[in-house]
């Protein structure tokens, strides 16, 4: 049988049919100005990595970390020009053959990822907080990736002032993924955005410069259940596709509230099956809640967060969270609202375990890191009581929430930067008693966002949490506010008590010391305190905004 012969049966088979002569193929149409947001983020990745292989080792740092600012920037400039052109109310609409959302909640979100990232790739390019070594200047993160840590190869890689720049392209692949993650139109670009942004994320917690066995742990650990997260989402995939025939949000919303216009004869069989569509939807939720650290599914958190270098952590806490509730909101609103009433008593459990679990568990925490990894379990509970609010004013005080809260981690992760002693960064918190006297500026900055994540009036957190418990409260969920309330109580008191540590502990005579950094780290731990201040003293304007934004297109 000819080529052409096979390539034609196996064309019809497929349901293509050949082009008629004189015909022209429809090429597909892609909305270039509105995916320029993730286009100038990618097409600097990629030239990233080109700068990796071309450039003198020397210059690569300067070089990548200016690539890196100007492309973070662009994008969130591309991002501030939809905006005002429209793109996020009148103008909002499905763009690149059905693919991706532009709406209010895309634009913000993905603001916030920008901005967010932006202030946390100072921390990365700060390299003035450990002693210089062999005459070179270090960063955080490992001379030589793929060296054996303590192997002579890694101790050559260190004489020489090698250096991971690598970092940067990664932290923009990431970004990317993070931008198409809330806005994925569709399942399978909701699961590519998925490995997109996580796949980087993974091999960054493995390149510490310090502690490198730990950090190495802890990427494998993040590696193997980030997999467990992406099989049960794409399992949940291939279920809703059995169920709808289609992989598109609005398809499946269709079929979910009976208002398909035809169906398919060869998926009549399987259409409408309920069963498929709740085993589905409940493993899609899994990935996702994963992916925001609630319980229980939250096992991978406090590890990554302390093995990880420092900046990735904040980088990874803050941006990660933003990106997976979008996803989760564009699922829950706009895929399956007509199963309201199925997912709500599930996310009531899941909000309640996850706000007293990380609360209470992060009481006997004794690293710094891990107290603050359980805490952002008590914040994604606290989220999720928005987004059970099933109404606008529950999306846009989640919009509010993540906004804040990614601020304040980005700062307070800086801050434990700072932190020293003859080890890299003392992170365990009898090390941090009496810092108020040896640095009072650095431990009242602490305080400042210890404060926020507490909820205490004039800061953000108190304006964010005031707005999700109210949303909460007014979509029917008042009980689930006293729990989030009594949980919130119980945070306070960790927080506190590392205040207390600070102020009103007599400092050590070997304590760490409070390196002084760069303007890098300065310009992070400022934004996120002018931040905080700004949205818990005057959080009005911020309300506004998110509350315009709140509204995604169908």
Same mark, same amino acid.
């Given at each position: 049988?000819?080529?052409?012969?096979?390539?034609?049966?196996?064309?019809?088979?497929?349901?293509?049919?050949?082009?008629?002569?004189?015909?022209?193929?429809?090429?597909?149409?892609?909305?270039?100005?509105?995916?320029?947001?993730?286009?100038?983020?990618?097409?600097?990745?990629?030239?990233?990595?080109?700068?990796?292989?071309?450039?003198?080792?020397?210059?690569?740092?300067?070089?990548?970390?200016?690539?890196?600012?100007?492309?973070?920037?662009?994008?969130?400039?591309?991002?501030?020009?939809?905006?005002?052109?429209?793109?996020?109310?009148?103008?909002?609409?499905?763009?690149?053959?059905?693919?991706?959302?532009?709406?209010?909640?895309?634009?913000?979100?993905?603001?916030?990822?920008?901005?967010?990232?932006?202030?946390?790739?100072?921390?990365?390019?700060?390299?003035?907080?450990?002693?210089?070594?062999?005459?070179?200047?270090?960063?955080?993160?490992?001379?030589?990736?793929?060296?054996?840590?303590?192997?002579?190869?890694?101790?050559?890689?260190?004489?020489?002032?090698?250096?991971?720049?690598?970092?940067?392209?990664?932290?923009?692949?990431?970004?990317?993924?993070?931008?198409?993650?809330?806005?994925?139109?569709?399942?399978?670009?909701?699961?590519?955005?998925?490995?997109?942004?996580?796949?980087?994320?993974?091999?960054?917690?493995?390149?510490?410069?310090?502690?490198?066995?730990?950090?190495?742990?802890?990427?494998?650990?993040?590696?193997?259940?980030?997999?467990?997260?992406?099989?049960?989402?794409?399992?949940?995939?291939?279920?809703?596709?059995?169920?709808?025939?289609?992989?598109?949000?609005?398809?499946?919303?269709?079929?979910?509230?009976?208002?398909?216009?035809?169906?398919?004869?060869?998926?009549?069989?399987?259409?409408?099956?309920?069963?498929?569509?709740?085993?589905?939807?409940?493993?899609?939720?899994?990935?996702?809640?994963?992916?925001?650290?609630?319980?229980?599914?939250?096992?991978?958190?406090?590890?990554?967060?302390?093995?990880?270098?420092?900046?990735?952590?904040?980088?990874?806490?803050?941006?990660?969270?933003?990106?997976?509730?979008?996803?989760?909101?564009?699922?829950?609103?706009?895929?399956?609202?007509?199963?309201?009433?199925?997912?709500?008593?599930?996310?009531?459990?899941?909000?309640?375990?996850?706000?007293?679990?990380?609360?209470?568990?992060?009481?006997?925490?004794?690293?710094?890191?891990?107290?603050?990894?359980?805490?952002?379990?008590?914040?994604?509970?606290?989220?999720?009581?928005?987004?059970?609010?099933?109404?606008?004013?529950?999306?846009?005080?989640?919009?509010?929430?993540?906004?804040?809260? @990614?601020?304040? %981690?980005?700062?307070?992760? !800086? $801050?434990?930067?700072? +932190?020293?002693? &003859?080890? *890299?960064? /003392?992170?365990?918190?009898?090390?941090?008693?009496?810092?108020?006297?040896?640095?009072?500026?650095?431990?009242?900055?602490?305080?400042?966002?210890?404060?926020?994540?507490?909820?205490?009036?004039?800061?953000?957190?108190?304006?964010?949490?005031?707005?999700?418990?109210?949303?909460?409260?007014?979509?029917?969920?008042?009980?689930?506010?006293?729990?989030?309330?009594?949980?919130?109580?119980?945070?306070?008191?960790?927080?506190?008590?590392?205040?207390?540590?600070?102020?009103?502990?007599?400092?050590?005579?070997?304590?760490?010391?409070?390196?002084?950094? @760069?303007?890098? %780290?300065?310009?992070?731990? !400022? $934004?996120?305190?002018? +931040?905080?201040? &700004?949205? *818990?003293? /005057?959080?009005?304007?911020?309300?506004?905004?998110?509350?315009?934004?709140?509204?995604?297109?169908?």
């Amino acid at each position: 049988m000819s080529a052409t012969a096979v390539h034609s049966l196996w064309a019809t088979a497929g349901g293509v049919t050949s082009a008629a002569p004189g015909e022209k193929f429809q090429a597909p149409v892609i909305e270039y100005t509105q995916l320029m947001p993730v286009l100038i983020v990618i097409g600097a990745a990629v030239v990233g990595v080109l700068v990796e292989a071309f450039v003198p080792r020397r210059s690569r740092y300067y070089t990548q970390v200016f690539l890196t600012v100007v492309a973070l920037a662009a994008s969130f400039a591309a991002i501030i020009g939809l905006a005002a052109g429209g793109h996020g109310t009148t103008k909002a609409g499905i763009v690149a053959m059905g693919a991706i959302a532009i709406d209010g909640p895309t634009l913000f979100l993905q603001g916030t990822i920008l901005l967010t990232a932006l202030v946390a790739v100072f921390t990365f390019a700060e390299r003035r907080l450990d002693p210089a070594s062999h005459g070179n200047r270090v960063d955080s993160f490992a001379a030589q990736a793929a060296s054996v840590p303590g192997s002579d190869s890694e101790k050559a890689a260190v004489r020489a002032g090698f250096t991971t720049t690598e970092v940067f392209p990664l932290v923009l692949f990431s970004v990317a993924g993070m931008l198409v993650f809330p806005a994925a139109n569709d399942l399978l670009t909701l699961f590519v955005a998925l490995e997109v942004f996580s796949l980087p994320l993974y091999l960054l917690c493995a390149v510490a410069r310090r502690k490198r066995l730990m950090s190495q742990e802890a990427a494998v650990k993040y590696f193997l259940l980030g997999a467990f997260s992406s099989a049960f989402l794409l399992f949940g995939i291939a279920l809703l596709y059995g169920y709808a025939g289609s992989v598109s949000y609005a398809e499946i919303a269709h079929v979910v509230d009976g208002s398909v216009a035809k169906v398919d004869p060869a998926l009549a069989a399987t259409m409408g099956n309920d069963a498929l569509l709740l085993i589905g939807g409940a493993m899609i939720l899994t990935g996702l809640l994963f992916k925001v650290g609630a319980v229980p599914f939250h096992m991978w958190t406090p590890d990554v967060y302390q093995g990880a270098p420092t900046p990735v952590t904040g980088f990874m806490a803050a941006a990660t969270k933003v990106a997976a509730f979008g996803a989760l909101l564009r699922l829950l609103y706009v895929v399956l609202p007509g199963l309201t009433w199925d997912w709500r008593p599930v996310m009531w459990a899941v909000a309640i375990v996850t706000m007293l679990g990380g609360a209470i568990v992060a009481i006997t925490q004794t690293d710094i890191k891990r107290l603050l990894a359980y805490s952002s379990i008590a914040h994604a509970g606290f989220i999720l009581a928005g987004v059970i609010a099933a109404t606008p004013d529950g999306v846009s005080s989640v919009l509010f929430y993540l906004g804040a809260y @990614s601020f304040v %981690t980005v700062g307070a992760f !800086a $801050v434990v930067t700072l +932190v020293r002693d &003859a080890g *890299g960064e /003392a992170t365990h918190l009898s090390k941090w008693a009496g810092l108020g006297r040896r640095s009072p500026l650095v431990a009242a900055v602490f305080a400042v966002f210890l404060l926020a994540f507490a909820g205490i009036p004039l800061t953000s957190g108190f304006s964010g949490k005031f707005a999700v418990f109210k949303a909460a409260a007014d979509g029917g969920a008042g009980g689930l506010v006293v729990i989030g309330v009594i949980s919130s109580a119980i945070a306070a008191f960790f927080y506190i008590r590392v205040i207390v540590l600070m102020f009103f502990s007599e400092p050590k005579a070997d304590g760490p010391t409070v390196a002084v950094p @760069s303007p890098l %780290t300065m310009t992070t731990i !400022a $934004v996120g305190v002018a +931040v905080t201040l &700004a949205l *818990g003293l /005057a959080p009005q304007y911020f309300l506004d905004l998110a509350s315009q934004a709140g509204v995604f297109v169908r």
